[in-house]
C-alpha cells in the first residue's frame, strides 16, 4: 500500500478495462492499449501495454529511462533485441506463447512481429514508464549537430530524416510504401554470449526525462 491512497474513498479504483485505453494505432491489426496510474490510481511501482501487431511491424527502437520492461507473449511470435550497453551486441530473443524476455532499465530496445495475430504484454516496474523513441532522436535533433559529431553530410541527413515527421511507435509507417525486409528474420536466431570479452569497457550517460504515456 502506498501512504498518499485514501483507500476508503469512492473515487479510488481497483479495477479497469485495458479494453478502453487506447495508447497507440497504427491500423486494425497494430495497436497498444495502457494501463498505469492514471488509469487506476491503486497501482503502486506497476503498468502494462497491451500490444497487438501483425507480421513484420516493430515496436519501434527505443529506451525506458525509469523502468525495466518483461515482455511476455500470449499469441503469434516475436523478436525482443535488446542494445547490451557492456558488450556493445545486440541480442536477440525469439519468443512464442509463455515465453518471457526481459529489458534492463535504460537499455534501447525493440520488438519484432514475426508472424500474424502476434499479442504482447509488456510490463513495467513503474506506475508511468518514462519513454524515448529512436524516430524523436532522429527527427528532433538538430541536422547541423549529426553531421558536426558524426561527420556527416548535413544536407544528405536532412533528406534522409525527413520523412520521419512524428513519433512512429509502431513501423513502419503505413505509408512508407517499402516492400517487406526478408533480413529482418535473422532475428530469429538466438543470441549467443560473447565469452571473449565480457568485460567490455561501458560509459553510462544519464538520460533527460524527456515523454511518457
Not at 63 to 78: D, F, M, P, R
Not at 90 to 107: D, E, H, K, L, S
Not at 166 to 179: A, F, H, L
Not at 180 to 201: C, G, L, R, S, V
Request: hydrophobic share 30%; charged share 15%.
Amino acid at each position: 500500500m502506498v501512504s498518499y491512497m485514501d483507500y476508503t474513498s469512492p473515487n479510488t479504483q481497483f479495477t479497469y478495462d485495458v479494453n478502453e485505453s487506447r495508447f497507440f494505432t497504427k491500423d486494425h491489426r497494430n495497436f497498444i492499449n495502457v494501463l498505469g496510474i492514471k488509469q487506476l490510481n491503486t497501482l503502486e511501482n506497476i503498468s502494462l501495454l497491451d500490444i497487438f501487431l501483425s507480421k513484420t511491424n516493430v515496436i519501434e527502437p527505443h529506451t525506458h529511462q525509469n523502468a525495466a520492461e518483461l515482455v511476455y507473449c500470449i499469441s503469434g511470435s516475436a523478436t525482443v533485441s535488446m542494445l547490451n550497453p557492456f558488450t556493445q551486441k545486440i541480442q536477440n530473443y525469439p519468443i512464442t506463447p509463455g515465453q518471457v524476455a526481459n529489458v534492463p532499465q535504460g537499455w534501447w530496445h525493440y520488438e519484432i512481429a514475426t508472424s500474424d495475430k502476434t499479442h504482447l504484454l509488456a510490463i513495467f516496474d513503474a506506475h508511468t514508464p518514462e519513454v524515448i523513441y529512436g524516430s524523436d532522436i532522429l527527427r528532433l535533433t538538430p541536422p547541423e549537430i549529426m553531421a558536426h559529431t558524426y561527420c556527416l553530410n548535413e544536407h544528405e541527413w536532412e533528406k534522409a530524416v525527413s520523412p520521419i515527421r512524428k513519433s512512429t511507435v509502431i513501423g513502419p509507417d503505413q505509408y512508407c510504401g517499402q516492400s517487406e525486409n526478408t533480413d529482418i528474420y535473422d532475428m530469429n536466431k538466438p543470441y549467443q554470449p560473447n565469452t571473449h570479452n565480457p568485460n567490455d569497457p561501458y560509459r553510462y550517460y544519464p538520460q533527460p526525462l524527456y515523454w511518457r504515456y
